[in-house]
């Protein structure tokens, strides 16, 4: 199976910080990478696929990067509605594998 | 707007057998995988499997000699189950459509139900 480690596992920040989440897999997975929100109490929601590629309606402060096995998730300026857990997810081979979550925080 | 919703006993003893539906709305069931992933409370997410609408599956080796799937597309049903369960399968469990992005293995999970929770326990 392919490992999926993000960084950090949690963080506090303010309103209006730029925020940058990290997910290394253990093999290359090319761009085939996910990333998720989680807000409590609630299914997760797709933010981005294919490692940048930002879905319809998702405010454009998120960003994707990243290929190979280094992949981050970056938030320009938290907004009050970001406070979640965010997830990374590879389908380069099953099972597909999440990352362990980073949960955002209020500072 | 496709909407998907899970239902099932919310309690299952011991060495017995989970059982869950996902009912689809808004959308057919044909010609898209449909997966089940579990998150323990507190934890991260874990892909049970999935299965194609042409009854086609692919489970997580983990999992895979507990777990059933199957489809029933006249009823936009697709369902799960969990042979021998113990306490560490107590979890939310979700259902979720996974979306092909034409290239490669570009798949993404676009929708999700709302999950239910079940507890194992005696």
């Known amino acids: 199976d392919i490992q999926m480690t993000q960084s950090p596992s949690s963080l506090s920040a303010s309103v209006g910080d730029r925020v940058t989440i990290t997910c290394r897999a253990s093999q290359s997975i090319s761009d085939y990478l996910n990333w998720y929100q989680q807000k409590p109490g609630k299914a997760p929601k797709l933010l981005i696929s294919?490692?940048?590629n930002l879905q319809s309606g998702v405010p454009s402060r998120f960003s994707g990067r990243g290929s190979g096995t280094d992949f981050t998730l970056t938030i320009s300026s938290l907004q009050p509605e970001d406070f979640a857990t965010y997830h990374c997810q590879q389908t380069y081979s099953t099972p597909w594998t999440f990352g362990q979550g980073t949960k955002v925080d209020f500072k | 707007q496709v909407q998907l919703q899970e239902s099932g006993p919310g309690l299952v003893k011991p060495s017995e057998t989970l059982s869950l539906t996902c009912t689809v709305s808004g959308g057919s069931v044909s010609r898209n995988y449909w997966s089940w992933i579990r998150q323990p409370a507190g934890k991260g997410l874990e892909w049970i499997g999935r299965?194609?609408?042409?009854?086609?599956?692919n489970y997580n080796p983990s999992l895979k000699s507990r777990v059933t799937m199957s489809v029933d597309t006249s009823k936009r049903q697709v369902s799960l189950k969990l042979e021998s369960v113990t306490v560490a399968d107590t979890a939310m469990y979700y259902c979720?459509?996974?979306?092909?992005?034409?290239?490669?293995?570009?798949?993404?999970?676009?929708?999700w139900g709302q999950g239910t929770l079940v507890t194992v326990s005696s």
């Open positions: 979720a459509r996974e979306e092909y992005y034409g290239s490669g293995n570009l798949w993404s999970f676009d929708f």
């Open positions: 299965i194609y609408s042409g009854g086609s599956t």
């Open positions: 294919a490692a940048s």
